[in-house]
């Protein structure tokens, strides 16, 4: 649950609901705010319509983050496991990346984004019959996201980062017409950039941004660690 414009507030959950027979693993949404009465109300959908889908495509989607963008936008992040049964059929591991996806205050998603969210990092292409993964499969976990709601600003999101086999933190900054401010060096369709890549393991990472268009990152560290 996070705050959106106008007084709103935005609430996103992993979502187990029955389709054709059996259980689905999606991530969806919806908008609250309160009437000329005081009296909480939904925005996008009645009560038993259950929300809006931010991401309802094949494979387990779980762990969303939602941040306030600005008056117009909210951003939800993500993991996803959706190319999980392509892997397979391949004989490929299993992998999770990190999506996105900005919505607006009517629940429309962002135009440079696609429908079921773009990734964020990713050994794959958005669609992975057009080009060969890289290797090695590895997992990307633990997004988290914030913006300080300064005009243009982009938001931060970071994430846990096994690339290094053991884990790293990475990031990257979004904006509703751009996911991916920051280039990679990697040879990844969709990547980041290290926060640290130091030996041993990284995690529990936060943020919060600062009042210049920035971000603060902490995280537990077994850099110096014997």
Same mark, same amino acid.
Not at 24 to 36: E, H, K, N, P, S
Not at 183 to 209: E, H, K
């Given at each position: 649950?996070?705050?959106?414009?106008?007084?709103? /507030? *935005? *609430?996103?959950?992993?979502?187990? !609901?029955?389709?054709?027979?059996?259980?689905?693993?999606?991530?969806?949404?919806? !908008?609250?705010?309160?009437?000329?009465?005081?009296?909480?109300?939904?925005?996008?959908?009645?009560?038993? /319509?259950?929300?809006?889908?931010?991401?309802? %495509?094949?494979?387990?989607?779980?762990? /969303?983050?939602?941040?306030?963008?600005?008056?117009?936008?909210?951003? %939800? %992040?993500?993991? $996803?496991?959706?190319?999980?049964?392509?892997?397979?059929?391949?004989?490929?591991?299993?992998?999770? $990346?990190?999506? /996105?996806?900005?919505?607006?205050?009517?629940?429309?998603?962002?135009?440079?984004?696609?429908?079921?969210?773009?990734?964020?990092?990713?050994?794959?292409?958005?669609?992975?019959?057009?080009?060969?993964?890289?290797?090695?499969?590895? #997992?990307?976990?633990?997004?988290?996201?914030?913006?300080?709601?300064?005009? $243009?600003?982009? +938001?931060?999101?970071?994430?846990?980062?096994? !690339?290094?086999?053991?884990?790293?933190?990475? *990031?990257? *900054?979004?904006?509703?017409?751009?996911?991916?401010?920051?280039?990679?060096?990697?040879?990844?369709?969709?990547?980041?950039?290290?926060?640290?890549?130091?030996?041993? +393991?990284?995690?529990?990472? !936060?943020?919060?941004?600062?009042?210049?268009?920035?971000?603060?990152?902490?995280?537990?560290?077994?850099?110096?660690? #014997?």
């Amino acid at each position: 649950l996070e705050t959106a414009g106008g007084g709103d /507030a *935005m *609430m996103v959950w992993f979502d187990e !609901r029955i389709n054709e027979g059996q259980p689905v693993q999606d991530i969806y949404a919806q !908008r609250i705010g309160l009437d000329a009465s005081g009296d909480i109300v939904n925005r996008w959908t009645e009560p038993d /319509a259950g929300g809006i889908p931010i991401c309802n %495509v094949d494979g387990k989607q779980e762990g /969303a983050k939602v941040t306030y963008y600005n008056e117009d936008w909210n951003v %939800v %992040v993500w993991e $996803d496991s959706r190319h999980n049964d392509f892997l397979s059929d391949n004989g490929l591991p299993s992998t999770i $990346d990190i999506y /996105a996806q900005f919505i607006d205050v009517d629940g429309n998603k962002a135009d440079a984004y696609y429908e079921n969210g773009t990734p964020l990092v990713s050994n794959l292409c958005y669609d992975p019959m057009s080009c060969p993964p890289t290797f090695p499969l590895t #997992d990307q976990t633990n997004p988290r996201v914030k913006a300080s709601g300064i005009t $243009d600003a982009p +938001a931060f999101v970071i994430w846990i980062d096994k !690339r290094n086999f053991n884990d790293d933190i990475y *990031m990257q *900054m979004i904006t509703p017409d751009n996911p991916a401010v920051l280039a990679g060096d990697s040879n990844f369709p969709f990547d980041g950039v290290a926060v640290t890549d130091a030996p041993n +393991a990284q995690g529990s990472a !936060r943020l919060t941004t600062d009042a210049f268009g920035g971000a603060f990152i902490v995280w537990d560290d077994l850099q110096n660690a #014997d």
